[in-house]
Structures are given as structure tokens and as C-alpha cells.
């Protein structure tokens, strides 16, 4: 069964820094499209950022010029740095797997369960 576990969320203070790391197991053949969403109290859930197998990245504007997304293939992990960070981006964070080939399932999208991230003073 294939597994996207989120980690490095917590509490950090007004223009500190996180780095969010989520860890894709199981029996995987490959995975197209990896990304970070979030949600924060009484909004709906938004993409933060996503990223290719080749690398192209796409950010929401809100992310752009504090965030940065990358990912491990080999590890089939992908992170979030996170900079400048404002009490507007406390949410739970949320990696997704997009286009998962697996042993165990057919193509599909996974998603994580979430790790909290909050700012503020």
C-alpha cells in the first residue's frame, strides 16, 4: 500500500523559516507529479506549489519568491522550504503523490494526512 507521510511542520515565529519533507513508500514503479496544498481554518484546501518528474515547477502566488519546492526521485520524497513565512500561512499542510504507478493499485493520486504548520508571535 503506498503511503505519503508529511514531516517538519511546528510553530515558528513571524518571518522564520520551516522546511517540510514528505516521504512516498510502498511498492512504487514511479510517480508523475508531486506537490504541497494546504488548508487553513475555515478556508478550502490550496495548492502551495507542485513539481514534474523533470522538474517544472508552478507555485501559487502567494508562494512565489518565499517558497521553494524540490524533490528526490530516487527517494521518491519531496520538500517544501519555506521562508519569510507570515501568520497567513498557518495551515495544515498537505504533500499529494499525483499519477502513482504502484504494484499494489492502479494509477492514481495519494495524498498525505497533513502536518500543521503555525506562525505567529
Known amino acids: 500500500q503506498v503511503q505519503l507521510v508529511e514531516s517538519g511542520g511546528g510553530w515558528v515565529q513571524p518571518g522564520g523559516s520551516l522546511r517540510l519533507s514528505c516521504a512516498a513508500s510502498?511498492?512504487?514503479?514511479?510517480?508523475?507529479?508531486m506537490g504541497w496544498y494546504r488548508q487553513a481554518p475555515g478556508k478550502e484546501r490550496e495548492l502551495v506549489a507542485s513539481?514534474?518528474?523533470?522538474?517544472?515547477?508552478n507555485y501559487a502566488d502567494s508562494a512565489k519568491g518565499r517558497f521553494t519546492i524540490s524533490r528526490d526521485n530516487a527517494k521518491n520524497m519531496v520538500y517544501l522550504q519555506m521562508n519569510s513565512l507570515n501568520p497567513e500561512d498557518t495551515a495544515v499542510y498537505y504533500c499529494?503523490?499525483?499519477?502513482?504507478?504502484?504494484?499494489?493499485?492502479?494509477?492514481?493520486?495519494?495524498w498525505g494526512k497533513g502536518t500543521l504548520v503555525t506562525v505567529s508571535s
Open positions: 499529494i503523490g499525483g499519477g502513482v504507478r504502484s504494484f499494489t493499485d492502479s494509477e492514481r493520486d495519494y
Open positions: 510502498g511498492r512504487i514503479l514511479s510517480i508523475n507529479g
Open positions: 513539481i514534474t518528474n523533470g522538474g517544472r515547477t
